[in-house]
């Protein structure tokens, strides 16, 4: 009755889980194409100054505003892409209006995203990109005759005085300043074209911080950061003052504000985490990370396959006696995975509900919680990722989604099952479809974690066999790997996990070292 109570429960956790893959899970997004596109200028104004007895005023249209610019900017308070729009638009300028008032700028625009995203400019010739503003216009006017397509570029870009509209499109002036404006189109359409020869390729694994120069004026103001430029606005028409001559005293014509620029980006979240746990589905590496915080990161740890659908990061905070926080939190026992579970099943046992741990762990000289920040010495993350199978480099399973997750971590740390039949082949899986993935990524690993080990047994026979299943273990990553540190553990009771952060924080520190040199 039991077992058949379980196996069912089994069943619609599984059920579960894959209709949460099915959604996609929305909470976390790593990648995305986004398209943006910067304000558009103000128009110009055609207006006349009119006054008491100063019936016929000189022109006094105002300038339009520029548009609003569009930056990108990296912030340590997001850790995914799910809040960013697929559509940008900047904010456009403000049109200019009479008695010589020009339009207000607009503001500018912050996209703000994760610390560690990439961002791409597409490439013209990929089918993802949306067109840009001139390829916009010549889309618009495909199909109509000569006249037509004519007549829609001069609405476009010109704003006539109200009845004067067919009167200028005939007058030489006019017909000057159109000359004037296709130029200065060449030479903007020029400028686009120089700039999409280096497209936008942004890593944004830093906050930037602007240093502010010391002896510069009081009166100068302070310039605001806004991070990196990635669409500009357009600029904002002429009023008709702009096009009066000694042969136009009465300019009716001023031209619009011009589009701001259209980018596709592609947004590339790569987790930054000073370790990653690399292993197998239900290795134990949600309830390792759970263990090390004490229960405070937001793993999902259950009875069935692939809990763990997007990567979680938790901090570990060490003392000066190595003392880390997760031990000196009231948590001893973690949850089971689905590994452990059918193992039970199979055996026909209960699990166990133990509340204490086998070995009580040594006592911190670090009283309590409260005031551990006093004893803080180091820290450092530690990021759980989707497990890792076969062909994952082919993007089976998760794929992609979980390499790229772990491609900036510092160090890497492989997480086997110990009690499995043979933890060495999942080893030789994982170093495989790392290489595959990044020639040389398998290098960055550092510490091979044998995880539930309580589940080898206690009897003497027992203990002799998982000593020799762990030294063949520890012999095949010094024949395969090289010097190599092999750790057994128990992440569900918590035991031997401070030898394990000390290792980490020798990488970690290491790492750093190699930076600032």
């Known amino acids: 009755m039991f077992r058949s109570t379980q196996r069912r429960l089994f069943s619609i956790a599984q059920k579960r889980t894959e209709r949460k893959r099915r959604q996609g899970d929305d909470s976390f997004l790593d990648h995305v194409i986004i398209h943006v596109r910067a304000g558009r200028g103000g128009n110009g104004c055609v207006a006349f100054h009119r006054e008491k007895f100063k019936p016929m005023g000189p022109p006094s249209g105002g300038s339009g505003g520029r548009g609003g610019d569009l930056y990108v900017m990296p912030t340590p308070e997001l850790t995914t892409l799910s809040s960013i729009p697929k559509r940008v638009h900047g904010h456009p300028g403000n049109h200019g209006r009479g008695t010589w008032q020009n339009g207000r700028n607009a503001t500018h625009t912050v996209i703000k995203v994760p610390l560690g995203t990439v961002v791409r400019e597409l490439p013209r010739d990929d089918p993802r990109r949306a067109k840009d503003e001139w390829e916009a216009e010549e889309e618009s006017l495909e199909g109509l005759p000569i006249e037509a397509r004519r007549a829609k570029m001069l609405d476009s ?19 000057q300043a159109e000359e004037a404006l296709w130029r200065e189109e060449r030479e903007r359409r020029w400028a686009r074209m120089q700039r999409a020869k280096k497209p936008i390729d942004l890593d944004l694994s830093k906050v930037e911080q602007v240093v502010e120069d010391v002896d510069a004026p009081l009166a100068l103001g302070k310039t605001e950061y806004l991070g990196h430029l990635i669409a500009r606005g357009g600029n904002g028409g002429l009023g ?94 973690f949850e089971e995975t689905a590994v452990e579970q059918d193992r039970e099943l199979e055996q026909g046992s209960e699990p166990e509900m133990t509340e204490e741990p086998a070995s009580e762990p040594d006592t911190p000289s670090v009283a309590n919680l409260d005031n551990f920040a006093i004893f803080e010495s180091f820290r450092f993350t530690i990021a759980d990722n989707p497990g890792l199978i076969s062909r994952a480099s082919e993007d089976v399973g998760l794929g992609h989604s979980f390499l790229r997750s772990i491609e900036r971590s510092h160090a890497l740390v492989y997480v086997v099952d110990l009690a ?4 060495w082949d999942e080893l030789a899986i994982l ?53 190599m540190d092999v750790v057994p553990i128990s992440a569900k009771y918590g035991q031997n996990l401070k030898r394990v952060v000390g290792l980490m924080q020798r990488y970690v520190r290491t790492a750093r070292d190699g930076e600032v040199n």
Do not use: C
Request: glycine share 8%; hydrophobic share 35%.
């Open 420 to 423: 499995g039949p043979a933890p």
């Open 431 to 483: 170093r495989e479809e790392l290489d595959k993935y990044q020639p040389g990524m398998s290098a960055k690993a550092r510490l091979v974690i044998a995880n539930k080990a309580d589940l080898l047994g206690s009897d003497a026979q027992e203990v002799i066999e998982a000593r020799a299943k762990l030294h063949q273990l520890e012999t095949y990553v010094q024949r395969e790997m090289g010097p």
């Open 240 to 333: 008709n003052p702009h096009f009066l001559s000694s042969l136009n005293r009465s300019p009716k014509f001023a031209t619009k504000g011009h589009d701001g620029e259209r980018v596709t980006l592609e947004l590339e979240l790569k987790i930054i985490a000073d370790v990653g746990l690399v292993g197998m589905p239900n290795a134990g590496k949600s309830t390792l990370l759970r263990a090390l915080t004490g229960g405070r990161a937001k793993t999902e740890v259950a009875s069935y396959a692939f809990t763990t659908l997007n990567p979680v990061v938790g901090v570990i905070r060490v003392a000066d006696d190595d003392t880390f926080e997760g031990e000196l939190r009231d948590v001893h026992v």
């Open 157 to 175: 870009r010109w704003v006539h005085y109200p009845r004067y509209e067919d009167d200028n499109v005939h007058r030489d002036a006019f017909k």
